[in-house]
């Protein structure tokens, strides 16, 4: 599967941005799907992942209650919804998928074998 992310930007604090993971070549209704981000001065950070077809959303503890993951089966796309931006979240983003992943490796990068390249988020101050 290849997967093509979209949606980043230049916004200040507060402000909402919707980024989106799209797949082609095989649909992904049943991969878990995650959400990274990395900046140059941090490890890859888990942010967000909805597992397999069961459709239960975890989230990074920095954007509960902000970010929302959601899954668009009809069009083979998992969307990142993100609300409340702060500074703090500027990183580029990557969308990741794996169809065999077990719960406990949802967090760790080294356990999705599918990424799309990164979109830039930029949140001023």
């Known amino acids: 599967v290849q997967l093509q992310a979209s949606g980043g930007g230049l916004v200040q604090a507060g402000d909402s941005l919707r980024l989106s993971c799209a797949a082609s070549?095989?649909?992904?209704?049943?991969?878990?799907v995650a959400w990274f981000r990395q900046t140059p001065a941090k490890e890859r950070e888990f942010v967000a992942g909805?597992?397999?077809?069961?459709?239960?959303?975890y989230y990074a503890d920095s954007v509960r209650g902000r970010f929302t993951i959601s899954r668009v089966s009809a069009e083979n796309t998992v969307n990142l919804q993100m609300n409340s931006l702060r500074p703090e979240d500027t990183a580029a983003y990557y969308c990741?998928?794996?169809?065999?992943?077990?719960?406990?490796?949802?967090?760790?990068?080294?356990?999705?074998?599918?990424w799309g390249q990164g979109t830039q988020v930029t949140v001023s101050s």
């Open positions: 990741v998928a794996s169809r065999n992943i077990i719960l406990s490796s949802l967090r760790q990068p080294s356990a999705y074998p599918y």
């Open positions: 070549g095989r649909t992904f209704s049943g991969d878990s």
């Open positions: 909805i597992f397999r077809s069961y459709g239960r959303t």
